[in-house]
């Protein structure tokens, strides 16, 4: 982060969550607070009206904007609840390793991509035309991209432990076959999942299971990898699979340690963003310092000598 400033994202490391994914979390939570409060105050949720995707306005009235703006809006506490528990229990791991530029654009771009094949598939009369809210087409794209980036990640579908390739597969069929009953956006979630592919086909030259590489971004650093048979893991070298669970947890403690070292060195530079005592002991720490996050980054805290996460803790406490 430059200057001093803080974006509402930022606040989302306290909790392990990266930026693009807390800053949706809040718009989300926020749009469905407005829809309350307005439908308390007047009987009426024009936020609704106004956002809600339906192909008689987007397309034959020219509305383009529910395209996108649909993809904020839920039905219901519980519509809202499940999708926003996906985007963090999935977009969470993609975004610390994709970055949060690439992650917001493929977020965006599958919520867009459900309201399109929407659109054509009502265009073409094989299905009616009906309002449609919710940010499953996203989720869905998001559940594609982490399936295949870790096929072997175990994620329970219905209280059924499967492997994340497994439940890509599932969901995908649900979708194409309309499980669940005509109350249920299926074209937005199988949209979101075809145009999560293209994308991630289109920015990984064809290997969509790497992190896709922006025009004018770099790739995700860390250790974003197709897992072979051995499975889910994060190993620093020693091949033992992990649970998702404890993933998530060695994930979050490497976002709040790397934070709070973000902190601490600002804090350590002067003005103009110089470090104080040209070539001082000071300078050197920071170097030192510097030089271990880039080794958490790549090999994660597992992979700290006792001296050097000595050097961690103490830095961490320096005000």
């Not at 299971?209 to 197709?226: C, E, W």
């Not at 994930?251 to 070292?261: A, G």
Request: proline letters at 3%; hydrophobic letters at 40%.
């Amino acid at each position: 982060m430059t200057g001093t400033g803080r974006g509402i994202g930022d606040y989302g490391a306290r909790f392990g969550i990266g930026p693009a994914v807390f800053t949706l979390l809040i718009i989300n939570g926020g749009v469905f607070v407005l829809q309350y409060l307005l439908q308390a105050a007047g009987g009426r949720d024009y936020v609704f009206e106004l956002g809600a995707y339906a192909t008689s306005h987007a397309v034959y009235k020219l509305q383009f904007w529910r395209f996108f703006s649909y993809m904020f809006l839920h039905g219901g506490i519980g519509h809202l609840f499940f999708n926003m528990l996906g985007l963090w229990l999935f977009g969470s791991r993609l975004e610390a390793i994709w970055g949060s530029r690439t992650f917001t654009w493929y977020y965006l771009t599958c919520g867009v991509g459900g309201s399109v094949l929407t659109a054509g598939i009502t265009l073409i009369g094989l299905q009616g035309d009906a309002p449609m809210v919710g940010a499953s087409g996203a989720v869905f794209g998001i559940l594609l991209a982490f399936g295949l980036a870790f096929p072997d990640a175990v994620i329970f579908v219905f209280f059924i432990p499967m492997k994340a390739r497994i439940a890509v597969v599932v969901f995908g069929l649900m979708a194409l076959l309309g499980v669940g009953g005509t109350h249920i956006a299926h074209m937005a979630h199988l949209g979101g999942m075809v145009t999560g592919f293209l994308f991630l086909w289109l920015f990984t030259a064809g290997h969509p299971s790497q992190p896709p590489r922006l025009p004018g971004g770099k790739r995700g650093r860390g250790a974003f990898r197709s897992v072979s048979s051995t499975g889910y893991s994060q190993t620093g070298g020693q091949g033992r699979s992990i649970s998702l669970g404890e993933y998530l947890r060695r994930s979050f403690h490497r976002w709040r340690t790397r934070m709070r070292l973000t902190v601490v060195d600002s804090k350590r530079r002067g003005p103009g963003g110089s470090r104080p005592g040209n070539g001082s002991t000071g300078g050197r720490k920071g170097t030192r310092v510097d030089e271990i996050l880039e080794k958490i980054s790549k090999e994660g805290l597992q992979s700290l000598t006792p001296e050097e996460q000595d050097i961690l803790r103490r830095a961490s406490r320096k005000q």
